[in-house]
C-alpha cells in the first residue's frame, strides 16, 4: 500500500540484548555514552538517553507515516491493536488491513 512503517519494541527489564556480554562493544559501551555497529547493510545503535517516547520517534521515526509500539501497556493516549484474543485492543487478528486501517485513521476509541 506504500506506507513507510516502523517498529518500536518497549524492554522495560532491559533484557533485550544484541551484543554479547565481555564482547568490545559491550565493554565500551559500560563506559560510552553511545557505540555503534556498522555491517553491510545494517547499524546497531546503542545509546543512553532519558528521552521519552515522543521524542525517540521524533528523532528517530519522523519520516515514517506509522510507528508500531510494542509493550508500553501502560501509556495511555494511543491506540491499541491487538494481534492476539489474549490482549486488549482493536481485534486485528480477526479484521482485514482496510478496517485496521480506518480503525487507526478515526476518531474512534475503544
Known sequence: MGY???YLKH???GHALTDKEGSDTHRLFQILPKVCIVSPGRITLYE????ELEDLVQRY????????????K???GYKRVSLSPELEGFPAYKKS???VLSYLFSEEEL
Open 4 to 6: 513507510k512503517v516502523a
Open 11 to 13: 524492554d522495560s527489564k
Open 48 to 51: 543512553r538517553t532519558e528521552e
Open 61 to 72: 521515526f519522523s519520516d515514517f507515516d506509522f510507528v508500531l509500539l510494542e509493550g508500553w
Open 74 to 76: 501502560s501509556r495511555k
Open 97 to 99: 488491513l482496510q478496517e
